[in-house]
């Protein structure tokens, strides 16, 4: 039987005669559709060898239109999905994150927290198991979220980032730098074996950075949503105060890269 392909034609084992615009074609439809895609799954969708997918796959990436990996591709984001819709993606992932975080934050604590909708879900559980917080954080829901749980609230001042809903910038950078806490609880953009954890800018991987730097212990808190996504930004290596939380284990590939940086992974 044969598979539909873009635009409907039909894929059999007759596409080896396909020009390498129409395989380049499927081949970024597929990696818009999902984070990652295999080479074996693109030699049987395309009915060419191996080496041809490899060969098309590395000139995508010299073209810089999807990310070359061990095995296939991933997609390259240049921006994050809008806040908005991201507390939709896998909840229930981001509310065992933010369980196991409040379990592991003692009361009393002083803790910088960063934006995200992974952040707020372990804000939300602070808010309902904690008191006595000292809170620095540059998202305004997550302070308003923190009111009942902490004695005291830090807006790291800033531009207002309108679509985030948290400050950023120079300034945000220089505030922060006046503070330390006994925890930070951080944000990420992607998670792959290749460049281990991405951003969508440079200011906010900076920014990320310095609140891991800034704490004795830092969390970075990544569901499985982030597995296999690929930022335009690569960020700095982890200090070695800081650990990943996730909710589900990564892909193999992922826990040897790792496993290999020696940075510690906890699931909740």
Same mark, same amino acid.
């Given at each position: 039987?044969?598979?539909?392909?873009?635009?409907? @034609?039909?894929?059999?084992? /007759?596409?080896?005669?396909?020009?390498?615009?129409?395989?380049?074609?499927?081949?970024?439809?597929?990696?818009?559709?999902?984070?990652?895609?295999?080479?074996?799954?693109?030699?049987?969708?395309?009915?060419?060898?191996? /080496? #041809? +997918?490899?060969?098309?796959?590395?000139?995508?990436?010299?073209?810089?239109?999807?990310?070359?990996?061990?095995?296939?591709? #991933?997609?390259?984001?240049?921006?994050?999905?809008?806040?908005? =819709?991201?507390?939709?993606?896998?909840?229930?992932?981001?509310?065992?994150?933010?369980?196991?975080?409040?379990?592991?934050?003692?009361?009393?604590?002083? +803790?910088?927290?960063?934006?995200?909708?992974?952040?707020?879900?372990?804000? @939300?559980?602070?808010? $309902? =198991?904690?008191?006595?917080?000292?809170?620095?954080?540059?998202?305004?829901?997550?302070?308003?979220?923190?009111?009942?749980?902490?004695?005291?609230?830090?807006?790291?001042?800033?531009?207002?980032?309108?679509?985030?809903?948290? #400050?950023?910038?120079?300034?945000?950078?220089? $505030?922060?730098?006046?503070?330390?806490? /006994?925890?930070?609880?951080?944000?990420?953009?992607?998670?792959?074996?290749?460049?281990?954890?991405?951003?969508?800018?440079?200011?906010?991987?900076?920014?990320? $950075?310095?609140?891991?730097?800034?704490? $004795?212990? =830092?969390?970075?808190?990544?569901?499985?949503?982030?597995?296999?996504?690929?930022?335009?930004?690569?960020?700095?290596?982890?200090?070695?105060?800081? =650990?990943?939380?996730?909710?589900?284990?990564?892909?193999? /590939?992922?826990?040897?890269?790792? #496993?290999?940086?020696?940075?510690?992974?906890?699931?909740?």
């Amino acid at each position: 039987m044969a598979k539909l392909g873009i635009f409907g @034609q039909a894929v059999t084992n /007759e596409t080896s005669t396909m020009l390498p615009s129409q395989r380049h074609a499927i081949i970024l439809d597929e990696v818009s559709r999902q984070p990652a895609v295999s080479i074996r799954s693109l030699t049987e969708r395309l009915g060419v060898s191996r /080496e #041809t +997918v490899r060969k098309d796959i590395e000139l995508l990436a010299q073209e810089n239109k999807l990310n070359q990996v061990r095995g296939g591709a #991933t997609n390259i984001r240049t921006k994050e999905p809008p806040m908005a =819709s991201r507390p939709l993606t896998n909840p229930k992932g981001k509310e065992r994150i933010g369980s196991y975080v409040a379990r592991m934050i003692p009361d009393g604590a002083s +803790v910088i927290i960063d934006n995200g909708s992974t952040t707020r879900a372990a804000a @939300q559980a602070l808010a $309902h =198991s904690h008191q006595n917080l000292t809170v620095f954080t540059i998202d305004l829901t997550i302070a308003s979220i923190l009111i009942p749980a902490a004695t005291e609230i830090t807006i790291l001042g800033g531009r207002l980032d309108i679509s985030e809903n948290c #400050t950023m910038g120079l300034d945000t950078l220089d $505030h922060l730098r006046r503070y330390h806490a /006994e925890y930070s609880l951080v944000g990420v953009g992607g998670l792959t074996a290749q460049a281990l954890f991405t951003d969508f800018s440079l200011e906010a991987a900076n920014l990320r $950075h310095l609140m891991m730097q800034q704490a $004795h212990r =830092s969390l970075v808190l990544a569901d499985r949503s982030k597995f296999g996504v690929v930022g335009q930004v690569a960020m700095k290596p982890l200090p070695t105060n800081a =650990s990943l939380v996730v909710d589900e284990m990564p892909p193999k /590939e992922i826990m040897a890269a790792l #496993t290999s940086a020696e940075i510690e992974v906890g699931q909740a």
